[in-house]
């Protein structure tokens, strides 16, 4: 599985656990909301970790570009982990109506942020990469 196959199959999952969790806190069903809601945050965390510590430097370094698309992807991290932060600010405190209002915005942000990673990014990745690419998803955590 190339990188564009592996971190777009991540993506889906990361959003389908998200939805997931506002689904429950539309319900106000609060214990599986923190429970879905922390998967999901562990998710997007994960992905981002795959990121910025794997393939961000391999790229980087394989292809000199060190403030390039890569530096924008962090910089949207950088925003989305202190989104998903205040999000679960907000149903710590069962705040059904912060947090879903948030909720859009972050989706928006999210949705915005995968496409430019699967139509530019990743291709990128897997055609510098060539055949290594496999072996750099094995490495992923």
């Known amino acids: ?10 993506h889906r999952a990361c959003d389908d656990e998200y939805v997931k969790a506002e ?14 809601f922390a998967n999901a ?6 992905h981002f970790k795959r990121e910025e510590e794997t393939l961000f430097p391999a790229f980087e370094e394989k292809t000199g570009m ?4 890569t530096q924008v992807m962090r910089s949207e991290h950088v925003r ?16 059904k109506d912060k947090f879903l209002g948030l ?5 928006i942000l999210v949705q915005q942020h ?3 990673e699967e139509q530019m990014l990743y291709s990128m990745m897997d ?10 998803v094995k490495q992923l955590p």
């Open 41 to 46: 945050y562990a998710d997007f965390n994960l």
């Open 103 to 107: 909720s859009e915005s972050f989706m």
């Open 127 to 136: 055609k510098v990469f060539g055949a290594e690419s496999e072996n750099l």
């Open 80 to 95: 989305m982990r202190a989104t998903l932060d205040e999000l679960k600010n907000h149903l710590e405190a069962q705040d």
């Open 23 to 36: 689904g429950l806190v539309v319900d106000q069903n609060w214990v599986e909301a923190n429970t879905s």
């Open 114 to 116: 995968n496409m430019k």
């Open 66 to 69: 060190a403030g390039g698309p």
């Open 1 to 10: 599985m190339n990188i564009s196959e592996f971190m777009a199959d991540h």
